[in-house]
């Protein structure tokens, strides 16, 4: 997700009358926030209010007038062992330069700094600020020959600010934005309405919806805005909003649901609800909410960039002190300010960036989208993954679990009746039945004069018979009960929680079919997996318990919350905390982007919603959820390569300062500023090839164990 565009998951949708939808936020919309692509604002902690490209653009510049000042800076000169040439105001270059960089390039440090200090958190920003401006303070005095110092940091300031620049682009690059999600719930909305009117219908924009309208709702739209049908009825999809892949069948006098679509037929519906009154706003509500509420733990680079600060101070005070009781000012204030710049650690900078970088793209190559990088911090300390059901363990779409005959004859045949009296239907149950005929390579006979009866079932002449398949609606509706053999059968199944379908022929059942939510294969092994890291595997879901609990019991799962409403899946998640345990919660739909948000690492599945995705830190390419582990892996081994990289770069200050102080000055050994940043740059090439490791972690989800 390199730049963070936010605009790719708003197609216009087809009924919108043409209107199209330029940016978020033109339609009075709950939620609309106006975010240019590249400028993705983000809220936490340091960056607050710095855009990616105002780092990159910082950076670049900086690196081309960082080039002649240390052309001309007589250390690198004396250093490299060359002169470098000189001309009348040539002495003047890195001056004038350096006070550029200082200013332009180093204002967001000073910035951020000066924001710690008024916190009382100091960080990384106050680290680099106070370095910066000490190295700048000396530098000129220096320059202006004031108090006969030699302390020439002008190419120590532009390389600090220029690596340090160059390693917050690469984080905020990595982390992705925030903001999306209101943005992406917006979208669930349709551009215009078709509203009735006494002349007939006309198309408006959603915005100017009131309660009481009457609007039409065709075939595969989506609801504008809350509402009762007044006339009609239509399958609706409403996954959106409950997590549940069945659709549910809403007629006249029922009430539907903003974001929510009639999958099968066209509905008139009279307006009770718009904007920020609908379910979707409250949704909105939640999500914001949650994401306030997650906590914004200090990362790893501060506290570290905490301790330096603290060193680097006190360490400061006693040189100067130390070095005035030894009666020598210039000595003191050199010294001194040697101490203070070598105490912010180029390595450092880019200690955690780097491995945030190169983690990032690793998961990537595996499908795991990393949008946040405390998500991938906290990731190795989870105790529970919480899994929702639907579309995440399951596949979400129906499968054909069993078949049963009345006379225990031929399932088969019973099968490809069922599938030819299908065949014509667009509906998920009655492809599920036509799919499940042709895995088995059934010959379908052939169908003529299909009606579909909503909510009842399909009816077809199959070779001269008339088959119709249903529910139990149909069966009052003929007249007919099953014999009992097949009523035990499909009374277990229905306990299971697997919808039973009958095959009727004229008014004589010929048996039942039974659709289930099929687990995917990967889930077992996902399970399995985080059992033997150690980690418990939750699930979650809206279905009834006897469903959820066979889905448990065959995937080994460790707790199972059942028929959880959508609005209650942040609170199972806040119940879970509250006993102590930190939570990964992986979901798809809308109705999980609260939990996610709530939850210490939201993972959404990447066949989820826009929603989902954006109020998760982690999106899931693909539908695996071994992946989960990927996660899991590349976390522990990148939160360990950090460590390492934190204490070498810390390491290397604690080592340098002292020895920039005079500690060893009695045998000769003192640690000049040019040595200094000759070891600053070692260490920093140590932590970049360090951070290069990580590309060694073995990240396939069809190879977990």
């Not at 779409?397 to 031929?410: H, I, K, L, M, S």
Request: aromatic content about 4%; overall charge negative.
């Amino acid at each position: 997700m390199g730049e963070h565009d936010h605009h790719h998951h708003h197609p216009s949708p087809p009924q919108s009358g043409g209107a199209t939808m330029t940016a978020h936020g033109h339609h009075g919309r709950p939620g609309g926030h106006e975010t240019g692509d590249d400028h993705a604002v983000h809220s936490q902690g340091q960056h607050a209010g710095h855009s990616t490209a105002m780092f990159k653009d910082r950076f670049w510049l900086t690196l081309a007038l960082s080039v002649p000042v240390v052309y001309f800076s007589p250390m690198s000169g004396h250093l490299l062992g060359y002169m470098p040439p000189e001309f009348p105001g040539s002495a003047w270059i890195p001056p004038v330069l350096g006070t550029v960089i200082f200013l332009y390039g180093g204002m967001p440090f000073l910035k951020g700094g000066l924001n710690e200090l008024k916190s009382r958190q100091p960080g990384m920003m106050l680290l680099i600020s106070m370095a910066i401006t000490v190295a700048f303070a000396a530098s000129w005095a220096t320059s202006l020959r004031i108090g006969n110092f030699d302390l020439d940091f002008w190419w120590e300031l532009a390389l600090l600010v220029a690596i340090m620049l160059l390693g917050h682009w690469i984080e905020m690059r990595a982390l992705g934005s925030a903001q999306g999600a209101l943005d992406a719930l917006a979208a669930l909305l349709p551009d215009a309405a078709e509203r009735l009117t006494t002349a007939g219908v006309e198309t408006v924009p959603v915005s100017e919806l009131k309660t009481g309208d009457v609007v039409l709702v065709r075939s595969g739209a989506r609801m504008p805005a809350d509402g009762t049908i007044t006339d009609g009825q239509a399958e609706f999809d409403e996954s959106m909003i409950t997590g549940e892949s069945k659709t549910v069948l809403r007629a006249a006098g029922d009430p539907v649901v903003a974001g929510t679509v009639a999958t099968d037929n066209t509905v008139r519906v009279t307006v009770t609800a718009v904007g920020d009154d609908t379910a979707l706003a409250g949704i909105q509500r939640l999500v914001a909410e949650a994401q306030a509420s997650s906590s914004k733990a200090q990362a790893l680079a501060d506290r570290a960039a905490a301790f330096l600060f603290y060193f680097a101070t006190i360490a400061g005070v006693i040189t100067f002190i130390a070095w005035i009781l030894l009666g020598s000012l210039p000595v003191a204030v050199t010294r001194t300010v040697t101490v203070l710049v070598i105490a912010c650690p180029h390595a450092l900078g880019l200690a955690i960036p780097l491995v945030i970088a190169i983690s990032t793209e690793q998961a990537a190559r595996a499908g795991v989208l990393i949008k946040n990088r405390i998500a991938l911090e906290r990731m190795r300390t989870v105790d529970v993954v919480l899994f929702d059901k639907t579309g995440t363990l399951t596949k979400g779409q129906p499968e054909v679990r069993n078949t049963a005959t009345t006379d225990g004859g031929d399932t088969d045949e019973l099968l490809a009746l069922a599938a030819a009296a299908e065949s014509n239907s667009e509906h998920p149950v009655a492809r599920a039945i036509v799919r499940a005929a042709k895995d088995k390579g059934l010959k379908l006979p052939p169908a003529t004069g299909f009606t579909s009866m909503t909510g009842r079932g399909v009816r077809a002449m199959v070779g001269g018979r008339t088959i119709q398949v249903g529910g139990p609606a149909l069966l009052r509706e003929l007249g007919l009960t099953e014999p009992e053999a097949l009523a035990t059968l499909t009374r277990e199944w229905m306990g299971r929680g697997a919808a039973v379908l009958h095959v009727v022929d004229g008014d004589r059942i010929l048996g039942a079919v039974t659709l289930e939510d099929a687990i995917r294969p990967e889930s077992r092994q996902a399970v399995a997996a985080l059992q033997s890291r150690g980690i418990k595997v939750a699930m979650i879901t809206g279905d009834a318990v006897q469903v959820a609990k066979a889905v448990g019991k065959e995937l080994n799962i460790d707790e199972v919350f059942a028929e959880v409403l959508p609005a209650d899946k942040d609170k199972k998640v806040a119940e879970l905390q509250g006993r102590g345990l930190k939570i990964a919660m992986v979901g798809d739909g809308v109705n999980d982007s609260p939990a996610l948000a709530r939850s210490e690492v939201g993972i959404a599945i990447g066949a989820g919603t826009d929603v989902a995705m954006e109020s998760a830190g982690v999106i899931l390419a693909g539908n695996d959820p071994r992946a989960v582990l990927s996660m899991v892996d590349l976390s522990r081994a990148s939160y360990t390569k950090m460590w390492q990289n934190l204490v070498w770069a810390t390491g290397y200050n604690v080592i340098a300062v002292p020895l920039a102080a005079g500690v060893l000055a009695f045998a000769g050994i003192v640690l000049s500023p040019a040595a200094g940043a000759v070891l600053m740059s070692v260490s920093t090439i140590v932590v970049a090839l360090n951070a290069q490791l990580l590309r060694r972690v073995k990240l396939n989800p069809s190879q977990v164990r």
